[in-house]
């Protein structure tokens, strides 16, 4: 734009104007499009997180699994195989406390053969009949919220818990209880899924050092 006066002594403004709207949408739609862009490839990005991080976790596992097997064969003696279940079972569920029962001459008592973390919310010796999962023959868990019935082997409500029958050639010899520190089983719950064998029915098989350790004679 310029300014001048013309011959009266008025001031005259002179410039030119264009229509910049269609400029602006196409800046904002390219903005638009990059911010969809980038937000795309940074949920692609956890995402490929996340799984690089479940294999890891996974294969961690596996290799737990074959490590405890390793030595449970070269065991002399139930108390050396119990130390060691003990031991890895800790570090398959490091957040978690837990034991593991089995079945005594009768068929009717349960007890506790090893235990990690110290679980606090559990009897060392029950009957059969005192744990939702035995009775029904699939896992079974609990959180605190009050809704779902407690086991008679379970002394209170203070930590949400889980229970798995352990099961071979379709007989049950024992039970894996698992104590977690929150209010929620769904993350152990998936963590016990994904260390067990499903073997259908809503059944969930242990994995074959457990079973080994359990039957090694004394």
Known sequence: AKTYIDSDGSTIIEGFCSDVTARKQAEEEQSRIKEQLEKSVAERTAELSNYIRELEQQNMQESLLLEMGELLQVCHST????????KYAGLLFPDYSGALFLFDNTGRWLKEAVSW???????????HDECWALKR?????????GKQLLCGHVQSRKH???CAPLITQGKVFGLLYIQMQSSSSRECKAKVEATYIYGGGGRWLPPSPIISACFWPS
């Open 79 to 86: 108390c050396e195989s119990y130390a060691i279940i003990s």
């Open 117 to 127: 973390n110290s679980p606090d919310d559990t009897k060392t010796e029950f009957g």
């Open 137 to 145: 023959g699939k896992l079974y868990s609990v959180c605190d919220e």
């Open 160 to 162: 949400a818990y889980l």
